[in-house]
Structures are given as C-alpha cells and as structure tokens.
C-alpha cells in the first residue's frame, strides 16, 4: 500500500554529520506528520523529530540544536539533517508517516529502518 524508502544511513566519527531521507509511495490521499525516531537494543523507540505539513517540527530534548528536520510535500519526503554526532545517537532509525489512503482511511507507516553508528 505505502512504502517508506530510507537512505543515508552509515558510520560516522563523533562530532561528524548525516543527512538521512526518507520517500514515501503507494496509495497516499494525504500525509499529515513525518518523522523520524530511533531504536536501541533493549529500549522502546523514542522521538528524534517530527514535522507537519505546514513546517512546525517538534525535536527530543537529547536532539535540539543539532538535527534539523525537512519535507518536500511535493516528493513525499522528509529529511533530518544531524550534526555534532555523538556515540548515545547509535541506533536503528525509522521513518514514520501518518498517511490518509483517503478521506476516511489513515494509518501509521514505518520504514525498514537504517542504521546509525557513531564511533572513533
């Protein structure tokens, strides 16, 4: 139905940057919020940033000041530029969009999820 497409995932040295994207396609009547949160071994999934249609983001404490997050409304697309890496931003990240299939139909969709790793 809808598929979440991520890229730019990898290693980085601590205080290095990573842009990470995400697409989405399928059946899409609309997308509310996209976002992007993160997963480690052993922890629930947490928020790393979201944005909404019209711009406003919302970012995790542990983020602010260094990810900035981005759309094209146009592509489906979200972004999240990061910078200042640290070794505690290792994790799985996952895309997420809150898609309506039409007017009455909405559901959450989540990408494969990409791999972060920030080491010396």
């Known amino acids: 139905q809808v598929q979440l497409v991520e890229s730019g995932g990898g290693l980085v040295q601590p205080g290095g940057s990573l842009r990470l994207s995400c697409a989405a396609s399928g059946s899409i009547f609309s997308i509310t919020t996209m976002g992007w949160y993160r997963q480690v071994p052993g922890k629930q999934r947490e928020l790393v940033a979201t944005i909404t249609t019209v711009g406003t983001t919302n970012y995790a404490d542990s983020v602010k000041g260094r990810c900035t997050i981005s759309r094209d409304n146009a592509k489906n697309s979200v972004y999240v530029q990061m910078n200042s890496l640290k070794p505690e931003d290792t994790a799985v990240y996952y895309c997420?969009?809150?898609?309506?299939?039409?007017?009455?139909?909405?559901?959450?969709?989540w990408g494969q999820g990409t791999q972060v790793t920030v080491s010396s």
């Open positions: 997420n969009a809150y898609v309506w299939e039409d007017s009455r139909r909405f559901r959450t969709y």
